[in-house]
C-alpha cells in the first residue's frame, strides 16, 4: 500500500509568480485536503476535494485554487505568490466521511 | 469565531506520563483528533474522540467531554522518540474538515 506522496519537496518562488503543487493520495482514498502549516503553527485547512468536487473551503483568497483527476491524484495552484505564502503545504488523503487522514510528507515553499 | 487552546509546551522524562490538554470553541463538532508531528514531517494520527470518555491505543489514551469543550491526550512510559509536536484537532462537519490547534511541543528529557 502506498502512502500519500508530495512534490516537489522545496520550492522557492518571488512574489507574483505561480505554483503548482501535487499530491498523491494513498490508494483507495477518494478524498483530498489541502492544508498551509506555517512555521510554529497548526495546519490550517485550504479546501478539500471528493470525487473530483470541491467538498468545503477554508479562509483563503480564490488566488489558491484545486484540481483533483480521476485517479484521485490532486493539485494546489497558487496564484500571484506573496511572502506570507511561504509555508509548507501539507496534502491529507482519506476515505469519505472517515475521521482518520493521512497526511504527506509536505512541500516547503518559501517565496522571496 | 473557531480556536482550539492548548499549551504551546511541555517538558518531561522519560518513563514518566504526560498530559496535553485542549480547550476548543467551534461552530460545528464531529469529533476531536490528535496527530503527533515530528520535525516539521508529516503529521500522523493517533487517535479519535466522537463520544465522550476515555480511548486507550496502546502507550498513548485521549479523552473527550463535549459539555466541557474540553479533551487530553495523556502520553504513558515516555520514550524519547516522543518528542515531537502535537496537536488537537476538531471534525468540522462529516466531511473532515480538520481545524487544529496551535499544537505544543514535548520535549521528552533523559
Known amino acids: 500500500e502506498t502512502g500519500v506522496t508530495q512534490s516537489p ?3 522557492i518562488k518571488t512574489r507574483g509568480q505561480q505554483v503548482t503543487l501535487r499530491c498523491s493520495s494513498q490508494s483507495g482514498h477518494n478524498t483530498v485536503s489541502w492544508y498551509q502549516q506555517a512555521l510554529g503553527q497548526g495546519p490550517q485547512f485550504i479546501f478539500q476535494y471528493y470525487r473530483e468536487e470541491e467538498n468545503g473551503r477554508g479562509n483563503f483568497p480564490p488566488r489558491f485554487s484545486g484540481l483533483q483527476f480521476p485517479n ?5 495552484n497558487v496564484n500571484a505568490l506573496e511572502l506570507d505564502d511561504s509555508a509548507l503545504y501539507l496534502c491529507a488523503s482519506s476515505l469519505e466521511f ?4 493521512y497526511f504527506g510528507p509536505g512541500t516547503r515553499l518559501t517565496v522571496t | 469565531g473557531q480556536s482550539l487552546e492548548q499549551p504551546s509546551e511541555v517538558t518531561a522524562v522519560e518513563g514518566a506520563i504526560v498530559q496535553i490538554n485542549c480547550t476548543y470553541q467551534t461552530s460545528g463538532f464531529y469529533g476531536l483528533s490528535w496527530y503527533q508531528q515530528h520535525d516539521g514531517g508529516a503529521p500522523t494520527f493517533l487517535s479519535y474522540n466522537a463520544l ?6 496502546g502507550r498513548f489514551s485521549s479523552f473527550l467531554s463535549r459539555s466541557d469543550s474540553y479533551g487530553y491526550l495523556l502520553l504513558q512510559e515516555l520514550q524519547m522518540k516522543d518528542s515531537a509536536s502535537y496537536f488537537c484537532a476538531v471534525r ?5 474538515k480538520l481545524i487544529f490547534g496551535q499544537g505544543t511541543e514535548l520535549s521528552v528529557k533523559p
Not at chain 1, 98 to 101: D, K, L, R, V
Open chain 1, 9 to 11: 519537496t522545496h520550492l
Open chain 1, 72 to 76: 484521485y491524484s490532486s493539485e494546489l
Open chain 1, 98 to 101: 472517515s475521521y482518520e487522514q
Open chain 2, 52 to 57: 465522550d470518555g476515555l480511548e486507550e491505543t
Open chain 2, 92 to 96: 468540522d462537519g462529516q466531511g473532515g
